[in-house]
Structures are given as C-alpha cells and as structure tokens.
C-alpha cells in the first residue's frame, strides 16, 4: 500500500532536519534563524509530498531527483541501505520512477523495493513477471510496474 501524505511529510521533515537542520543548528550555535528554517521546511514538505504523490511524471521525477541529491550528497551512485526502499520516501520513489539513477538493481534492491525476498525476485524475473537487465539484475521499471499491477493501477502511470 502507498504511503500517505502525512506519513511522507514526516520523513521528509524528520530527514531533513536530521541531515541538514542539526548539523547547522550546532554549526550556528542554536541561532534562532534554523528554527525559522524548520517551519519553511515542513511547510515546503506538504508541498514535495503533494508532487511526489500527485504531480505528473515529470514533476515527480524532479522532485525527486531534487531531494534524493539534497539529502544523499554523494559523488558514487544513490545507493541507500535496503531498508530505505521500504520507507514512506522509498515507496513513493519506487512507485513513482522505478530508481531514479540505477538502470538496473540487483535482485536484493528489487526485494527490499516490493518487500519479498531475493528468491521471490529470482521466481518473478522466471516467471516473466519482472524484466531481467540484460547486464545483470532486474529492470526498476518492471518493479514500478510490478507494484502499479498489485494495486490495481495501470502500468507506466
């Protein structure tokens, strides 16, 4: 089941002043200028929500390609623990574009995104059920669609 909206705002507010807010807050020594930051933030949040849930593909996609780099600065590949994916966050990344970098994940990465195990993602690429990359591993797409099928939505929405 998709998460809600409310479900969504918490985490991002709860990410975001974990990975941006402390960190400025002690860097500032407690200036009352990073409390004022954190109202604009869950503010802004309802927003993100509303397009991650809501907004056209395009809008998704940039939403998330703009928190996802915000929140996970990295030089290397978004790689976030497998946990991540069955998050409020992850489920909606899932649900919405797949991976937003990744042209293909590895059988564990599509497990943690539809909540089975590695052999149920091995029995599913078997059955034709999830597309296999021809590299190597499964193709997010078929895992975006996968989840649209079980909860009865069109594929590639």
Do not use: T, Y
């Given at each position: 089941m998709p998460p809600t909206h409310g479900q969504l705002v918490e985490q991002l507010v709860r990410t975001i002043d974990i990975r941006?807010?402390?960190?400025?807050?002690?860097?500032?020594?407690?200036h009352d200028a990073v409390e004022a930051l954190r109202t604009v933030v869950r503010i802004r949040a309802g927003s993100w929500a509303q397009r991650l849930l809501d907004g056209d593909d395009e809008t998704a996609l940039g939403t998330v390609l703009r928190i996802v780099s915000t929140l996970h600065p990295d030089d290397g590949p978004f790689e976030p623990p497998l946990d991540w994916?069955?998050?409020?966050?992850?489920?909606?990344?899932?649900?919405r574009v797949g991976h937003p970098t990744a042209p293909s994940i590895s059988y564990a990465v599509a497990g943690a995104m539809l909540g089975i195990?590695?052999?149920?993602?091995?029995?599913?690429?078997?059955?034709?059920?999830?597309?296999?990359?021809?590299?190597?591993?499964?193709?997010?797409?078929?895992?975006?669609?996968r989840l649209h099928q079980q909860e009865g939505r069109p594929t590639g929405a």
């Open positions: 941006l807010l402390d960190p400025l807050e002690i860097l500032l020594d407690g994916w069955r998050s409020p966050l992850g489920q909606v990344v899932v649900r195990s590695r052999q149920g993602v091995h029995d599913l690429v078997s059955r034709g059920k999830l597309i296999r990359h021809p590299e190597g591993g499964v193709l997010p797409s078929s895992v975006r669609d």
